[in-house]
């Protein structure tokens, strides 16, 4: 019972990284109908970055350990903005020369360009910070709390907590404000949207930045989890992928959604046959799309006449 | 010399790839009139619409929006200067609802909760169908409801210049009386409206001035009276002989 509730909630705060990175998918795809294959190599620059950062506060080299009391809840907010800034403008380079050029137009361009994008990100990483994974401390310690018997990673509430309420806020952005309802036009409709006065090319410049800085949020949430690694990313991003395929890649709550059921189906696969988690993840693919191929929530679009 | 026209459009020329869609188009419309376009299928009604607001570039000729060229200018400027444009086949946002689409009309007027209230009062005072459905997804609607809501939010921009392009497709002789009766109502308000439509009949007879379009140039032009009593217009469009 107790390893059941540790494993839910370790499987909660896993989804909370899928479900960013998922999402993330969602805003370019409804933008542009195209996203980010590299994505992954953004969650490994957000992750780095806010390493860096942290060394750099704490005034030691950039290939020196961490130690845990470098990482203060305050420097680590600082590395958070840090990470995510960088992630974001790497999110508006990667539209500029790798999505532009080529949406719109028939043919798959854009899924090699933005692999090559995210190859390049990642052996700039490589270049940097070296192919050993770096152990990042968790702003709140290693000291596992007991709460009913269960031990919970004082890292995997953060992560929960955070990805939980900046999920929370995109959606009544989306929802609610004029910004959000932009961008929502431009999903819909973009030549309606541009009918509007809603200058199309800066919601969809706006998507690539929202949707890096939240893979950067995702890598430097989890890094304390796995470690930073210039590998991380591929796995996470893939998973993630999976989950908006499973929940919709066309609505943003059924990619929170998808993330979500990911994680714990990972988790709790994982108490009971480690090595058949991504198995599980794969048959339950395969099983949602048979039966509803939108995806959980996705929609079939039914055009009136 | 009376004052400039408020639309101008001179040798305007849109292609697409090879196909010369508008071959040198050439049309006024002034403040307070309602001009319509009349063409069949094909002849190039909605590229011009398009043209107007930006959504096709031209390739040749210019669109003077009150005295200034517009002719490159990004289509969501033109919104801001006071041309809005009510698509072929609705386009509303299907997902968003009701108020929300035409809260996304007023988009770039950035209005306070309250203005934009007393402005949504004013387009279900037009539209008094689209009050009862205010909260509904603009999917839901039925066509003529769809084509209502997409008048509304196109007047949301308060639009110097309504392009209203082919409203009466695809609805019901009882709904298409109704939509006119709107366009009516707006003329009688004093907004200026250019108007594309293949019911011939009707548009004519609300336009103060006409032009027929056919495979991208215009063969002829005069008042709606005028082209109403055409024998070749009445042969072509209004089905008399």
Redesign the interface.
């Known amino acids: 019972m107790v390893v059941l509730l540790q494993a839910l909630f370790s499987g909660l705060a896993l989804g909370g990284i899928y479900s960013l990175v998922a999402v993330g998918f969602n805003i370019t795809h409804g933008t542009t109908r195209t996203f980010n294959f590299g994505q992954g190599e953004f969650l490994v620059a957000g992750a780095f970055v806010s390493v860096s950062v942290l060394l750099l506060l704490a005034g030691k080299g950039i290939n020196a350990p961490l130690d845990a009391i470098d990482v203060t809840p305050t420097v680590y907010a600082v590395s958070l903005v840090g990470g995510t800034l960088v992630t974001a403008v790497l999110g508006v380079m990667l539209y500029f020369t790798a999505v532009r050029p080529f949406a719109g137009r028939p043919g798959l361009a854009w899924v090699m360009s933005t692999i090559g994008f995210g190859i390049l990100v990642q052996n700039t990483a490589l270049a940097i910070w070296g192919p050993s994974p770096v152990p990042m401390p968790s702003p709140l310690g290693n000291d596992v709390i007991r709460l009913a018997g269960a031990g919970f990673v004082p890292q995997e509430i953060l992560v929960l907590v955070v990805s939980v309420a900046v999920l929370i806020a995109l959606d009544v952005v989306m929802r609610r404000t004029?910004l959000g309802?932009?961008m929502?036009?431009v999903a819909?409709?973009r030549?309606?949207?541009?009918?509007?006065?809603?200058?199309?090319s800066a919601v969809v410049v706006g998507a690539f930045v929202l949707s890096s800085a939240f893979a950067g949020l995702a890598g430097l949430l989890v890094a304390p989890i796995t470690t930073a690694s210039v590998y991380m990313g591929l796995t996470l991003a893939l998973k993630a992928f999976s989950a908006a395929i499973v929940g919709g890649l066309d609505n943003p709550r059924g990619c929170m959604l998808g993330g979500f059921l990911m994680g714990l189906l990972e988790a709790l696969v994982g108490l009971w046959h480690a090595e058949l988690r991504e198995i599980a993840i794969f048959l339950l693919i395969i099983v949602v799309l048979a039966v509803k191929p939108e995806g959980l929530l996705g929609r079939r679009?039914v055009e009136?006449? | 010399m009376a004052e400039a026209p408020l639309l101008a459009i001179d040798g305007l020329e849109v292609r697409y790839g090879a196909v010369e869609a508008l071959k040198g188009i050439s049309l006024e419309v002034r403040t307070g009139e309602v001009v319509t376009l009349i063409g069949g299928n094909g002849a190039g009604k909605s590229t011009l619409m398009k043209a107007v607001s930006g959504l096709e570039p031209a390739s040749r000729g210019t669109i003077r929006f009150d005295g200034q060229d517009i002719t490159t200018l990004a289509g969501h400027r033109r919104v801001a200067l006071g041309i809005a444009q009510s698509p072929e086949g609705r386009q509303v946002f299907a997902d968003q609802s009701v108020r929300d689409n035409l809260v996304l009309g007023a988009y770039h007027r950035r209005l306070s909760t309250a203005d934009l209230d007393r402005d949504v009062d004013r387009q279900f005072a037009l539209f008094p169908k689209l009050a009862e459905r205010r909260a509904q997804m603009a999917g839901t609607l039925s066509g003529g409801e769809q084509q209502m809501l997409a008048i509304a939010r196109a007047l949301m921009a308060q639009p110097r210049l309504l392009l209203l392009d082919e409203p009466s497709l695809g609805l019901a002789p009882l709904i298409v009386r109704e939509i006119f009766a709107a366009i009516r109502a707006l003329k009688a308000q004093g907004v200026t409206i250019l108007l594309v439509e293949q019911m011939a009949n009707q548009a004519l007879a609300v336009a103060d001035r006409a032009y027929v379009l056919e495979t991208g140039r215009i063969t002829l032009a005069g008042t709606g009276s005028e082209l109403r009593r055409n024998p070749e217009v009445r042969a072509a469009y209004l089905g008399k002989v």
């Open positions: 004029r309802k932009a929502r036009a819909e409709n030549n309606a949207a541009t009918l509007m006065g809603i200058d199309v679009r009136k006449v």
